[in-house]
């Protein structure tokens, strides 16, 4: 994840979108979930 935000702050978006994708593959049942808490989450501090 550091590696990805370190790519995302020099611009190199494709090369973080890459290493996202790595761990999304790694754990996508985790990413699923996290992806779910933080919409919730979005909808809590919204209303």
């Known amino acids: 994840m550091a ?3 370190s790519h995302y702050k020099a ?4 090369a973080a979108k890459s290493c ?5 593959a790694g754990y996508p049942k985790q990413i699923a979930e996290q ?8 909808r809590i501090n919204l209303s």
């Open 35 to 42: 992806k779910q808490a933080l919409q919730l989450m979005r």
């Open 11 to 14: 611009k190199e978006y494709f």
């Open 3 to 5: 590696q990805a935000q």
């Open 20 to 24: 996202l994708d790595s761990l999304k």
